[in-house]
C-alpha cells in the first residue's frame, strides 16, 4: 500500500508539458478509457506518459468552462526511450551529431542521470505528442460510448478521437520564465542584432527557428538592392529609360540569394541535428477516409481510397473551380483599369490637390480588394484541398501550396504584367507596384499581429477576472496558464509567412527596376516584421509543437521558380528600354531573337549556378561522409561480431559431439 501510495504523488507530481482537452459532455467511460490508455504500460498497448487532471471534481463546475482538461508529462527515462524512438539527433562528447540512443546515452554531451535539461522543452513535448499519436487500437472496435467512432487494429486512437470531436485539441505548454528571458533578448529590446536563432530552435523548435532564419536572411540579402535602389531613385527615378543596369542586378541577385541560403539552412540543420535524422514513414492524415483496407507496405489495416476517384475531384471540380477564380480574378482587375481611366479623365479635367489623392484610389481599393479576395479563396482552397480527400499530410500541403499560389500569383501580379507588356505605362507600373507592395504590407501588419495582440489583451482580462473565484488550495498559477494559453489562438504554422514572403519576393525581383524602393520597403517591412512575429509566437498564439525539419519544404521550389520567371521578365523590360531598342531601329524581329537569346543564355548561366554553388558546405560534407563511414564500420564489426559468435558455437557443439 505504502509503494502505492508513493508511485501516485511521483505521477500527481510531475512537470506538466502537454494540454489535452476533451469536449466538455464526453461520455465518462471514453474518458476513463483514453486516460488508462495514456498511462498504462507499452506492454499493455499503453503509452507509458503520466497525466492527471487540471482540477478537481469539486471544484470544476464553478471555475473552468470544461471539466474535462488533462495535463500530460512523462518521467525521464521515458522521454530519453521515446527521443530514441523518434530518431532525435544530440551532440556527442566529440563534437558529433548522432541520433541519440538511450544504451549510449552516456557518450552525448550535457547528458546527467539527473539533468531534465538534456532535451529541450520543445524536443520533450514533440516526443509526448509522437508517443500520443502512436497510440494504436489492438482488439479494440470502438471508442467506448461511441460506436460511431470505429477502431480497427492499427488505427491511431487519437486522430480518431479527434475526428469524432472527442479530443477537443491538444497543446504543449509554455515555459513561462524561459519565455520571458526568450522574450527579453528577442523582441524586447529593438536594437540592430542578430535574432538568437539557437534559442528560438530550443524553445520552439526547428521549423519556427528556420523560418526566422529565413525572414532574417531575406532581409540581409535585399539591403544590397536597396542600397543600389536609394541613388537610382533620388537621382533618375522619373527616367523609366535607365533601368537596364537595375534589372541586370536582379537578374543576378534572384538568383545567388537562393544558392547562398541552402547553405546557410544545412548549416543550421546540421548544427541542429535535423540533417542526419531519418524522415519517418508518414502515416495518414487525420482527415483522410475511405473503405478499411490493408496497407501493402506496413501490413496495417487503414482506410483505402481509390486514386481515380481523387483524381476525378481534383480535374473535374478543383480545376474548373480554381480556372473560373482566376477569371473572376482577372475581371476586377479589368474593373481596376477602367476605374484608373476614371480618375486620369477627373485629374485631366480638375487638375486640383484632391484630383491628385483620386489617382491613387483606385490602386489603393484594387490592392485592398487582391487581399480580401486572396484570403477568401484561401479558406476554398483549403476546403477543396481536404475534400479531395489526400492520404498523407505533405501530398495535402503540396495540392494547397498549388493552388495558393497559382491565385495569389495571378491576382498580386496579372496587373503588373498587364501594365508593362500590353499597356508599356512604366509610370503607372511605378505608382501601381508602390501602391500594392505598401498596402498588403499595412494590411499584413495589422491583421497578422496587431489585431491579434489587441484581442488576446483583452481576453485575458477576462480570463483573469473570471479565475477570482479559484479557492485557495488550488494550483493557481497552473491553472491560470493552461486557462490563458488555451483562450490563444491557434498558430496554424508558417504557410501564411512563406507566402507573404513569396509574394514580397516577386514584387521585388520581377518589377523592382521601375520602382527601386521596393527593396527599401521590404527591408523595413521584413524589420518590423521579425518584431511583430516574435510577439505574436510569443504573446498571441498557444505554443506549437516542435516539428523537426532540415530545410524550408516545398517552399524553396516556389522561390525558385519565382527567380526563373524574373528572369524572363526582366529580360523583356531591358529588351522594351529605349537604350536596347536604339540598337535595333528597323527590325523588331532580331531585337525579340536577341532577348530570347539572352534570356535562354541567363537561364542556363542560372542552372550552372544551382550545380557550380554546393548545398552544403564543405565542412558539412566531410561531417556527414564520416558519419556514413562510422556507421558502416560499426554495422561490419556487429556483424562480424555475430558470426564469430556463431562460429565458436558451432565449434563448441562439435566439441560436444565428439
Not at 541520433?99 to 550535457?110: A, I, P
Not at 489562438?489 to 520602382?515: A, I, K
Request: aromatic content about 14%; glycine content about 4%.
Amino acid at each position: 500500500m505504502k509503494r502505492s501510495s508513493t508511485l501516485n504523488e511521483v505521477a500527481m507530481s510531475f512537470t506538466p508539458l502537454v494540454v489535452i482537452e476533451l469536449a466538455k459532455n464526453v461520455k465518462s467511460e471514453a474518458k476513463e478509457w483514453l486516460i488508462k490508455k495514456i498511462t498504462d504500460k507499452k506492454s499493455k498497448g499503453g503509452a507509458q506518459l503520466l497525466a492527471r487532471p487540471l482540477l478537481e471534481k469539486e471544484v470544476d463546475a464553478h471555475t473552468v468552462e470544461n471539466p474535462n482538461i488533462y495535463v500530460i508529462g512523462a518521467s525521464r527515462k521515458r522521454l530519453l526511450i521515446g527521443a530514441e524512438a523518434a530518431g532525435l539527433a544530440k551532440e556527442c562528447t566529440d563534437g558529433t551529431m548522432r541520433v541519440f540512443t538511450y544504451d549510449n546515452r552516456k557518450l552525448f554531451r550535457e547528458y546527467e542521470e539527473d539533468n531534465d535539461d538534456f532535451f529541450t522543452m520543445a524536443e520533450r513535448q514533440y516526443v509526448i505528442k509522437r508517443e500520443l499519436e502512436h497510440l494504436r487500437a489492438k482488439d479494440e472496435t470502438m471508442i467506448p460510448g461511441y460506436p460511431q467512432a470505429k477502431l480497427y487494429p492499427g488505427k491511431s486512437i487519437f486522430r480518431r478521437a479527434l475526428t469524432s470531436k472527442i479530443l477537443v485539441r491538444m497543446y504543449p505548454l509554455h515555459d513561462t520564465e524561459k519565455l520571458k528571458k526568450l522574450s527579453q533578448i528577442w523582441y524586447r529590446h529593438m536594437k540592430p542584432a542578430f535574432q538568437p536563432l539557437d534559442d528560438i530552435r530550443q524553445y520552439f523548435g526547428e521549423t519556427i527557428a528556420i523560418y526566422f532564419g529565413f525572414l532574417e536572411f531575406f532581409t540581409f540579402a535585399l539591403i544590397p538592392m536597396a542600397i543600389i535602389g536609394i541613388p537610382y531613385y533620388l537621382f533618375a527615378w522619373e527616367d523609366y529609360d535607365k533601368y537596364v543596369l537595375f534589372a541586370t542586378f536582379n537578374l543576378l541577385w534572384s538568383t545567388v540569394i537562393l544558392e547562398v541560403w541552402k547553405r546557410f539552412c544545412a548549416y543550421w540543420a546540421f548544427h541542429w541535428g535535423t540533417l542526419i535524422m531519418k524522415k519517418e514513414f508518414e502515416e495518414p492524415r487525420p482527415g483522410f477516409h475511405g473503405v478499411l483496407g490493408k496497407n501493402p507496405v506496413t501490413g496495417r489495416e487503414e482506410p483505402t481510397y481509390s486514386s481515380l476517384r481523387r483524381q476525378m475531384r481534383i480535374y473535374l471540380v478543383s480545376l474548373p473551380f480554381v480556372c473560373l477564380c482566376l477569371y473572376f480574378s482577372l475581371y476586377v482587375m479589368m474593373v481596376y483599369f477602367d476605374l484608373e481611366n476614371w480618375a486620369m479623365a477627373y485629374h485631366g479635367k480638375h487638375e486640383s490637390q484632391f484630383s491628385n489623392i483620386m489617382l491613387y484610389v483606385p490602386s489603393i481599393v484594387y490592392a485592398i480588394v487582391i487581399e480580401i479576395m486572396n484570403r477568401i479563396y484561401r479558406y476554398a482552397a483549403e476546403f477543396l484541398t481536404s475534400w479531395e480527400n489526400h492520404r498523407l499530410e505533405s501530398t495535402f500541403q503540396n495540392h494547397l501550396i498549388l493552388k495558393v499560389l497559382v491565385f495569389n500569383f495571378l491576382n498580386c501580379f496579372a496587373s503588373l504584367f498587364y501594365i508593362a507588356f500590353v499597356l508599356h505605362d512604366m509610370k503607372l507600373l511605378r505608382q501601381s507596384l508602390a501602391t500594392l507592395l505598401i498596402t498588403s504590407q499595412i494590411i499584413n501588419q495589422f491583421v497578422e499581429a496587431l489585431l491579434p495582440y489587441w484581442l488576446q489583451k483583452r481576453n485575458s482580462k477576462k480570463v483573469k477576472k473570471s479565475l477570482k473565484s479559484l479557492k485557495e488550495d488550488v494550483d493557481l498559477t497552473l491553472v491560470e496558464q493552461v486557462t490563458l494559453e488555451g483562450n490563444m489562438g491557434t498558430y496554424v504554422g508558417t504557410f501564411d509567412d512563406y507566402l507573404e514572403l513569396f509574394l514580397q519576393f516577386g514584387y521585388v525581383s520581377l518589377f523592382s527596376c521601375v520602382y527601386p524602393l521596393a527593396a527599401v520597403f521590404a527591408v523595413l517591412n521584413n524589420v518590423t516584421e521579425i518584431y511583430s512575429d516574435a510577439l505574436k509566437m510569443c504573446q498571441v498564439f498557444k505554443r506549437p509543437f516542435s516539428v523537426p525539419t532540415a530545410n524550408i519544404g516545398v517552399w524553396q521550389l516556389a522561390f525558385e521558380t519565382m527567380s526563373v520567371i524574373s528572369v524572363v521578365t526582366n529580360c523583356a523590360l531591358i529588351g522594351m528600354s529605349p537604350q536596347v531598342n536604339a540598337f535595333f531601329p528597323d527590325s523588331s524581329a532580331d531585337l525579340i531573337l536577341w532577348v530570347v537569346g539572352i534570356e535562354h543564355v541567363l537561364l542556363a548561366l542560372k542552372f550552372i549556378l544551382t550545380f557550380v554553388i554546393p548545398d552544403l558546405p564543405r565542412e558539412i560534407q566531410i561531417k556527414l561522409a564520416r558519419l556514413e563511414f562510422e556507421s558502416m564500420e560499426a554495422l561490419k564489426q556487429q556483424q562480424m561480431k555475430l558470426t564469430d559468435e556463431s562460429l565458436t558455437e558451432e565449434l563448441e557443439a562439435d566439441d560436444a559431439d565428439s
